[in-house]
């Protein structure tokens, strides 16, 4: 099951007004041989959107338990409505996972957290088979090594051939100055 909590990011002058200029798209013949037609936005100018991508493991070691506190929550719910109440019920009689749903709130991970505002927030629970000695499991495995890419000095992917992840820029390293 998919928790969401959402506030649209349309409210926010500087998105709702300005597509992502830090972005590359279109062909260089689009561009033109100066490279991009706007100009690159400064630090202050950047977005203030951070997206932050926690993954964890949970073994259950007391299903009774955690049925049994979801069932609460859902209960005490004054704003839920009586038939998704029943429903929720269901579901969390039936599976763990969606038990373990009801009971996390990614709120309550930042909530305390000074300087930020939560202005989304997704999360998802599904029963899985779990090899804690597997590869699929490390914990320290950079993406780009995941993608089959390098990371360059600055980050980036770097492509085999020294250039940028689309072959782009204007120099050799494949990125705009």
Do not use: N
């Not at 950047?46 to 049994?68: P, Q």
């Not at 004054?78 to 373990?100: C, G, K, N, Y």
């Not at 780009?144 to 492509?159: F, H, K, N, Q, R």
């Amino acid at each position: 099951m998919r928790r969401t909590r959402s506030r649209s990011p349309l409210r926010h002058p500087r998105i709702g007004r300005w597509g992502d200029a830090s972005e590359s798209s279109g062909s260089w013949e689009s561009r033109g041989p100066k490279g991009h037609t706007l100009r690159r936005m400064t630090t202050s100018e950047t977005s203030r959107y951070v997206r932050l991508r926690v993954e964890l493991v949970i073994e259950v070691d007391d299903s009774g338990a955690l049925t049994g506190a979801a069932l609460e929550r859902i209960a005490a719910d004054e704003f839920m409505p009586d038939d998704e109440r029943t429903h929720a019920q269901s579901a969390v009689r039936e599976e763990e996972a969606e038990a373990l749903a009801y009971l996390v709130d990614p709120f309550d991970l930042v909530s305390e957290v000074p300087g930020i505002e939560l202005a989304q927030a997704s999360w998802s629970c599904e029963q899985i088979d779990y090899d804690p000695d597997s590869a699929d499991w490390e914990l320290d495995m950079d993406e780009d090594e995941i993608d089959g890419y390098e990371a360059g000095p600055d980050g980036y992917p770097v492509l085999e051939d020294g250039r940028g992840a689309e072959g782009e820029g204007d120099d050799d390293t494949g990125r705009w100055p």
